[in-house]
């Protein structure tokens, strides 16, 4: 059974900076992409980086240049370096697995992520 635990969430000031992690166990899907989601209050969840089985990247473009996602397989860990915060970054961050999804969008389907962390909670003040 796979889980999925974050950690790292807090509250920063304005270009600040914060390390978010995923612990994940029960993980045995070596091709599966593991991607970053957040949500804010009222909204969506959306997709902030992605990250797939050789190491490829992707990233929404309000995160583009200021977030960095990586993993450390040997430790089943997920990472996201977010520097430069804004107050519109403020939301509760979510890790999530699963199979890759053809097309360049596919990746910010949570539909198609069966494995869900609880979240961690990101509060940028200006």
């Known amino acids: 059974q796979v889980q999925l635990v974050e950690s790292g969430g807090g509250s920063v000031q304005t270009g600040g900076s914060l390390t978010l992690s995923c612990a994940a166990s029960?993980?045995?899907?070596?091709?599966?992409?593991m991607t970053w989601f957040r949500q804010a209050p009222g909204k969506e969840r959306e997709g902030v980086a992605s990250?797939?089985?050789?190491?490829?990247?992707v990233y929404a473009d309000s995160v583009k240049g200021r977030f960095t996602i990586s993993k450390d397989n040997a430790k089943n860990t997920l990472s996201l370096q977010m520097n430069s915060l804004k107050p519109e970054d403020t939301a509760t961050y979510y890790c999530?697995?699963?199979?890759?999804?053809?097309?360049?969008?596919?990746?910010?389907?949570?539909?198609?992520?069966?494995?869900w962390g609880q979240g961690t909670r990101v509060t940028v003040s200006s």
């Open positions: 990250i797939d089985s050789d190491g490829r990247t």
């Open positions: 999530a697995t699963g199979r890759p999804v053809p097309g360049p969008m596919g990746w910010v389907r949570t539909e198609v992520y069966p494995y």
């Open positions: 029960g993980y045995r899907y070596r091709t599966y992409s």
